[in-house]
């Protein structure tokens, strides 16, 4: 499995990295468009939408609701300004829906409506959609800082993933996400603080700028995990393990990019709080 997982990983990351950094925004957007409404069919099947009628509905309605925000984000530039706080807002209630559950988990037994988990679906969906877009156009080096975004998630989830296996003891969210530790946390943690030290020599940022930076980019890689641990309880809700089998050894195109959902538009608030250029 773990072969498989870095095959396609290999395969995928000079694809995301060219997509990135040298597609016109304009295509940027259409490709990113066409990962998140993969990622909103396989959400239809979280949210309990087991009907192909019922799924093509929600993939329409994501269809719009991209269609509408790319509309909004072209007529006024600083609209993004006023959905990121809400956005932020939403991950934080998240933050407390997960801790009441992996606290008392007899909640996992508790009744989630249909639509309850469809409007999640389209705030994590329309979140990640204005983060990415948001970041890639962020100043002149918006392609450069969704990279290093991206990099920074493969690089916090490799960290936690092996230093979770080899140290692993004090599960992090047992009742969510039985494989994740405290260990693994801090594994993704401190790689995050070398590879912000290392970006930042090249950015020539000042002392005062290096510390924002990397607060920034930990706060970003704090909320990757919370939004993994977010998809991995509405999948546990639903009794799936994965989200979907389109990336091999990886699951669904949900399954790897539950970090981004939160991470995204975190990062670009964090940004744009701190000032940095």
Same mark, same amino acid.
């Given at each position: 499995?773990?072969?498989?997982?870095?095959?396609?990983?290999?395969?995928?990351?000079?694809?995301?990295?060219?997509?990135?950094?040298?597609?016109?925004?304009?295509?940027?957007?259409?490709?990113?468009?066409?990962?998140?409404?993969?990622?909103?069919?396989?959400?239809?099947?979280?949210?309990?939408?087991?009907?192909?009628?019922?799924?093509?509905?929600?993939?329409?309605?994501?269809?719009?609701? @991209?269609?509408?925000?790319?509309?909004?984000?072209?007529?006024?530039?600083?609209?993004?300004?006023?959905?990121?706080?809400?956005? @932020? /807002?939403?991950?934080?209630?998240?933050?407390? =829906?997960?801790?009441?559950?992996?606290?008392?988990?007899?909640?996992?037994?508790?009744?989630?409506?249909?639509? @309850?988990?469809?409007?999640?679906?389209?705030?994590?969906?329309?979140?990640?959609?204005?983060?990415?877009?948001?970041?890639?156009?962020?100043?002149?080096?918006?392609?450069? &800082?969704?990279?290093?975004?991206?990099?920074?998630?493969?690089?916090? $989830?490799?960290?936690?993933?092996?230093? =979770?296996?080899?140290?692993?003891?004090?599960?992090?969210?047992?009742?969510?996400?039985?494989?994740?530790?405290?260990?693994?946390?801090?594994?993704?943690?401190?790689?995050?603080?070398?590879?912000?030290?290392?970006?930042?020599?090249?950015?020539?940022?000042?002392?005062?700028?290096? !510390?924002?930076?990397?607060?920034?980019?930990?706060?970003?890689?704090?909320?990757?995990? +919370?939004?993994?641990?977010?998809?991995?309880? @509405?999948?546990? &809700?639903?009794?799936?393990?994965?989200? =979907?089998?389109?990336?091999?050894?990886?699951?669904? /195109?949900? $399954?790897? !990019? $539950?970090? +981004?959902?939160?991470?995204?538009?975190?990062?670009?608030?964090?940004?744009?709080?701190?000032?940095?250029?």
């Amino acid at each position: 499995m773990l072969k498989l997982r870095i095959l396609t990983a290999l395969v995928l990351m000079p694809l995301v990295i060219l997509a990135v950094l040298w597609l016109p925004h304009r295509w940027f957007t259409v490709v990113l468009t066409a990962i998140l409404l993969l990622g909103a069919w396989e959400w239809a099947y979280i949210a309990g939408l087991k009907t192909t009628s019922r799924r093509v509905s929600f993939l329409v309605g994501a269809g719009v609701l @991209f269609t509408v925000l790319t509309w909004v984000l072209h007529a006024n530039t600083n609209a993004i300004n006023y959905l990121l706080l809400p956005i @932020f /807002i939403a991950w934080v209630i998240a933050f407390i =829906g997960v801790v009441r559950v992996n606290t008392n988990p007899a909640l996992l037994g508790a009744a989630r409506g249909v639509l @309850f988990n469809i409007v999640c679906g389209y705030l994590i969906l329309a979140g990640t959609f204005i983060g990415l877009i948001g970041i890639r156009q962020y100043q002149a080096q918006g392609p450069q &800082l969704l990279l290093l975004l991206l990099i920074l998630i493969w690089v916090a $989830d490799s960290a936690a993933y092996f230093t =979770g296996r080899a140290l692993g003891k004090h599960k992090l969210a047992v009742h969510v996400s039985p494989g994740k530790s405290w260990e693994g946390v801090i594994g993704a943690l401190l790689a995050t603080i070398v590879t912000v030290y290392i970006v930042s020599q090249y950015l020539n940022h000042t002392a005062t700028e290096q !510390i924002r930076f990397q607060l920034v980019c930990l706060l970003s890689v704090a909320f990757s995990i +919370l939004g993994d641990l977010t998809e991995s309880l @509405f999948k546990r &809700l639903a009794g799936i393990k994965d989200s =979907g089998q389109i990336l091999p050894g990886h699951g669904g /195109i949900m $399954d790897r !990019i $539950d970090s +981004l959902t939160a991470a995204a538009p975190v990062f670009l608030l964090g940004l744009s709080v701190a000032g940095i250029r």
